[in-house]
């Protein structure tokens, strides 16, 4: 590359990999998250103790750079009853960034993640340049990432990145620095290596061999955390098979092979088992206290017993990955709501989280249509994403934490790979734009916002998100709330909804959207308003129709809202019965109120909502 543009990406990468040093914690909140504490605790385990078992000295160590919370959700296994107690999550993650862990703690993991980011940037800007100026490969490949919830993961002490980095570090290697039309000779034309450097490397060290090695060893890595990662394999494979490269082939199958083999194998001496998603118990707890287990050693139940039958089968159900041996139980209808979700959806689609994606899509369509190695690299990516929607129902977006869509995150390096020509050079001027325009509040704030009733989803209320569609099929959509009043379910925001007994607070400075859920159609409702603050002017919209009254605290004012349509009719599965699918019928209700008051509860302590109205529902008509 040329001096200037190497120059440029070395400044941002020194730039990035040492902006995590200069933080004692990384994130917010101020306590972990999601999956992190057990990826933590095992990557501080295995630098400091060499082993994988979870004992009270090792939760102590949570509360050296998280004291101010309780740690929730730590995920821990046993195959004993719990008389030894290992991490639940696969450790391949936590074993490579052990080291960067023994030397700055959780900083270290931000450290390990930033590197990967760092390769990834460097990787995609080699592959662009065989069909592009290097500052354009650059820009392209500085903007794919960062402009997107990359720089977001790098921040989250969990292994999203490292399977990124596979799925990217799969297709480099596989579908770029190895040639199958190139003389199986040494070639140092992948590496940029001289060739008299080159030369003195033994013969069986070559360029390509080097690069199928690569390829399959770093997808390994991934398919080890998530085997489905294994699908980003098949453009690999197609390509060494439409070239007739069969010992390359066989190379590439047995170096994944002889990878996750040496990950269970490890993870069989470490714990007994070759990952701690098979043939063992699992479950989540929360930390109150260091160095004071969570869970208590339990005797052995009789074999043969009826309750001994029912602890192996919840054994299986906690598991992890048994669930992949089951037949999906999703409909039609179920499925295209949700790839309506996945491309748009207000929290997790791919529109607004990686508008790089949809570029990448329209260069591919226009300039590499015809190529099929890169059309299987699509279908792996539509071949999983299938995967997603159907074997995880309620939960394809990444569960109870998420920032975008977290499953689907790791195969995102994919899009890049579609991609030749870059024309016109300023197509990349709208991906940035779009980037600022939803991504700017993640870039710049990756460590998270402080808001109320706090969400790692908080981005999501800023005004460009609102024009997308909320994703009510998603079982755990963080930062809302929801409430049944008789057969309706009232869902919104915290920050606008707030069940309190038979009231319904509704927040002040700015409309709140509620989604009104039930399973009959409705043609009116009928509320009693009350305002703490005098003269409150209060207006409802919902689909076309709006009334407008004014309350105050001293009386209830009662207003009848005629519902002309439902927003939409959904289908749902019957909690009581998951075969069941109902129709559901949804409304979308805006109430904006003119002022507000904060509500004063001596005996509850400080309890802080901007309350615009209390809403009490007095009937409805269907």
């Given at each position: 590359m040329s001096r200037g543009v190497t120059l440029a990406l070395a400044c941002l990468s020194l730039a990035l990999l040492i902006l995590p040093l200069t933080h004692r914690k990384p994130g917010m909140p101020a306590t972990l998250k999601a999956d992190e504490p057990a990826y933590y605790l095992a990557a501080l385990s295995l630098a400091r103790d060499g082993d994988l078992r979870c004992e009270p000295e090792d939760l102590a160590r949570l509360y050296e750079e998280f004291p101010y919370a309780p740690i929730q959700n730590l995920i821990l296994s046993t195959d004993d009853g719990w008389h030894t107690v290992y991490y639940g999550k696969p450790y391949a993650y936590s074993m490579l960034a052990a080291p960067f862990a023994a030397l700055w703690k959780a900083n270290g993991l931000v450290v390990f993640n930033t590197l990967l980011l760092v390769a990834m940037i460097w990787m995609s800007t080699f592959y662009l340049?065989?069909?592009?100026?290097?500052?354009?490969?650059?820009?392209?490949?500085?903007?794919?990432?960062?402009?997107?919830?990359?720089?977001?993961?790098?921040?989250?002490?969990?292994?999203?990145?490292?399977?990124?980095?596979?799925?990217?570090?799969?297709?480099?290697?596989?579908?770029?620095?190895?040639?199958?039309?190139?003389?199986?000779?040494?070639?140092?034309?992948?590496?940029?290596?001289?060739?008299?450097?080159?030369?003195?490397?033994?013969?069986?060290?070559?360029?390509?061999?080097?690069?199928?090695?690569?390829?399959?060893?770093?997808?390994?890595?991934?398919?080890?955390?998530?085997?489905?990662?294994?699908?980003?394999?098949?453009?690999?494979?197609?390509?060494?098979?439409?070239?007739?490269?069969?010992?390359?082939?066989?190379?590439?199958?047995?170096?994944?092979?002889?990878?996750?083999?040496?990950?269970?194998?490890?993870?069989?001496?470490?714990?007994?088992?070759?990952?701690?998603?098979?043939?063992?118990?699992?479950?989540?707890?929360?930390?109150?206290?260091?160095?004071?287990?969570?869970?208590?050693?339990?005797?052995?139940?009789?074999?043969?017993?009826?309750?001994?039958?029912?602890?192996?089968?919840?054994?299986?159900?906690?598991?992890?990955?048994?669930?992949?041996?089951?037949?999906?139980?999703?409909?039609?209808?179920?499925?295209?709501?949700?790839?309506?979700?996945?491309?748009?959806?207000?929290?997790?689609?791919?529109?607004?989280?990686?508008?790089?994606?949809?570029?990448?899509?329209?260069?591919?369509?226009?300039?590499?249509?015809?190529?099929?190695?890169?059309?299987?690299?699509?279908?792996?990516?539509?071949?999983?994403?299938?995967?997603?929607?159907?074997?995880l129902h309620h939960n394809w977006h990444g569960g109870g934490g998420f920032v975008g869509n977290r499953y689907f995150f790791m195969l995102y390096p994919a899009f890049l790979f579609l991609v030749t020509r870059i024309r016109p050079d300023w197509i990349v001027a709208p991906g940035f734009a779009a980037g600022g325009l939803f991504i700017g509040s993640l870039v710049f704030s990756p460590y998270g916002l402080a808001v109320p009733s706090p969400t790692l989803q908080a981005h999501g209320r800023n005004h460009p998100f609102q024009a997308f569609p909320l994703e009510l099929s998603l079982r755990e959509l963080p930062g809302y709330f929801g409430a049944a009043r008789g057969d309706i379910y009232f869902y919104g925001r915290k920050d606008h909804l707030r069940p309190e007994g038979e009231e319904l607070w509704?927040?002040?400075?700015?409309?709140?959207?509620?989604?009104?859920?039930?399973?009959?159609?409705?043609?009116?409702?009928?509320?009693?308003?009350?305002?703490?603050?005098?003269?409150?002017?209060?207006?409802?919209?919902?689909?076309?129709?709006?009334?407008?009254?004014?309350?105050?605290?001293?009386?209830?004012?009662?207003?009848?809202?005629?519902?002309?349509?439902?927003?939409?009719?959904?289908?749902?599965?019957?909690?009581?019965?998951?075969?069941?699918?109902?129709?559901?019928?949804?409304?979308?209700?805006?109430?904006?109120?003119?002022?507000?008051?904060?509500?004063?509860?001596?005996?509850?302590?400080?309890?802080y909502f901007y309350l615009g109205c209390a809403l009490t529902l007095v009937g409805e008509d269907r």
């Open positions: 340049r065989r069909y592009n100026a290097d500052w354009l490969a650059a820009l392209f490949a500085s903007g794919f990432f960062l402009m997107s919830t990359t720089y977001r993961y790098v921040y989250w002490l969990q292994p999203e990145m490292l399977n990124m980095f596979a799925t990217a570090a799969c297709l480099f290697f596989g579908l770029h620095a190895f040639e199958p039309s190139r003389d199986p000779s040494r070639d140092p034309r992948a590496f940029g290596t001289t060739r008299a450097l080159w030369s003195r490397l033994p013969a069986w060290l070559t360029t390509d061999r080097v690069a199928i090695v690569a390829s399959a060893s770093a997808l390994a890595v991934g398919v080890y955390n998530k085997p489905m990662l294994a699908a980003i394999g098949l453009p690999v494979c197609f390509r060494l098979v439409r070239h007739r490269c069969w010992r390359q082939l066989l190379l590439w199958l047995a170096a994944a092979a002889v990878t996750v083999g040496i990950f269970a194998g490890i993870g069989q001496v470490l714990t007994g088992h070759p990952t701690s998603y098979l043939g063992i118990d699992r479950q989540g707890y929360n930390v109150h206290t260091p160095h004071v287990m969570p869970v208590e050693p339990k005797e052995p139940t009789p074999a043969g017993t009826p309750v001994a039958a029912a602890e192996a089968e919840l054994g299986k159900e906690t598991a992890g990955w048994w669930w992949i041996f089951g037949v999906p139980q999703v409909s039609l209808p179920e499925l295209r709501e949700d790839f309506v979700y996945f491309l748009f959806g207000r929290h997790v689609g791919l529109v607004p989280y990686h508008p790089f994606a949809v570029i990448a899509l329209g260069l591919f369509l226009a300039y590499g249509r015809r190529s099929a190695v890169r059309w299987t690299v699509l279908g792996s990516l539509a071949l999983i994403t299938l995967f997603f929607l159907t074997f509704i927040g002040a400075g700015g409309p709140s959207e509620i989604w009104i859920q039930s399973l009959e159609p409705i043609t009116e409702l009928t509320f009693d308003v009350r305002s703490q603050a005098p003269g409150n002017e209060v207006t409802f919209e919902i689909e076309g129709a709006s009334e407008r009254i004014v309350a105050g605290p001293d009386q209830l004012t009662r207003v009848v809202l005629k519902v002309p349509r439902p927003t939409m009719v959904r289908n749902d599965r019957d909690r009581a019965a998951w075969e069941r699918v109902l129709d559901i019928y949804v409304y979308r209700m805006e109430i904006r109120t003119a002022t507000g008051e904060m509500p004063r509860w001596r005996e509850k302590g400080e309890h």
